[in-house]
T-cell receptor, first 113, second 117 residues
Framework: GNSVTQMEGPVTLSEEAFLTINCTYT??????LFWYVQYPGEGLQLLLK?????DKGSNKGFEATYRKETTSFHLEKGSVQVSDSAVYFC????????????FGTGTRLQVTL | NAGVTQTPKFQVLKTGQSMTLQCAQD?????MSWYRQDPGMGLRLIHY???????DQGEVPNGYNVSRSTTEDFPLRLLSAAPSQTSVYFC????????????????FGPGTRLTVL
């Protein structure tokens, strides 16, 4: 079956530091990959996505590249801000599951001044 | 558009009580789903629906019922609440992605925090 593995958190960074959150996946088909973000007290919202190998998703300074050879979709940002403090979820869906999403466990990011 | 709305925001139940968590969306989405979020477990799919009158089980369906009589509404029923159902529940909706895609963005509600004593 499908699965998503994310690095354990929490991740604590100083403002303007570089961020990497690792995500690897197992899927039977050709999945689409997503990063969702959950700010405190809110639901999840889509941060970025990539639908095929070598695609790069980007939004709000965050980037992730779909790497089929390493089955990875690591999230990066060059300079984090306090407002980026949130929980980040990696997720996938594939042809066999259509709209259904498989989520990783989430990584909490805390950015301090 | 209100997007996806959920009520109530918070609920405390006693073991054995029943209740319904409400979810509604105004985006005319075919696909709707319920997840529960537990610490260290990510989000797990409870039930989902690909259209009015069609529902199916997800990863953790036991203890929950759903129905989809309209495109807009997708209530989740707890028949006899148990402490193991203490969790945060999220409803989500999207257009329907089929084989070959597109694999569409899911829109989430703000969640319902449920405590079962």
């Amino acid at each position: 079956g499908n699965s998503v593995t994310q690095m354990e958190g929490p991740v604590t960074l100083s403002e303007e530091a570089f961020l990497t959150i690792n995500c690897t996946y197992t899927a039977t088909g050709y999945p689409s990959l997503f990063w969702y973000v959950q700010y405190p007290g809110e639901g999840l919202q889509l941060l970025l996505k990539a639908t095929k190998a070598d695609d790069k998703g980007s939004n709000k300074g965050f980037e992730a590249t779909y790497r089929k050879e390493t089955t990875s979709f690591h999230l990066e940002k060059g300079s984090v801000q306090v407002s980026d403090s949130a929980v980040y979820f990696c997720a996938l869906s594939d042809r066999s599951t259509a709209s259904k999403l498989t989520f990783g466990t989430g990584t909490r990011l805390q950015v301090t001044l | 558009n209100a997007g996806v709305t959920q009520t109530p925001k918070f609920q405390v139940l006693k073991t054995g009580q029943s209740m319904t968590l409400q979810c509604a969306q105004d985006m005319n989405h075919e696909y709707m789903s319920w997840y529960r979020q537990d610490p260290g477990m990510g989000l797990r799919l409870i039930h989902y629906s690909v259209g009015a009158g069609i529902t199916d089980q997800g990863e953790v369906p036991n203890g929950y019922n759903v129905s989809r009589s309209t495109t807009e509404d997708f209530p989740l029923r707890l028949l006899s609440a148990a402490p193991s159902q203490t969790s945060v529940y999220f409803c989500a909706s999207s257009t329907l992605g089929g084989a070959g895609g597109p694999y569409n963005e899911q829109f989430f509600g703000p969640g319902t925090r449920l405590t079962v004593l």
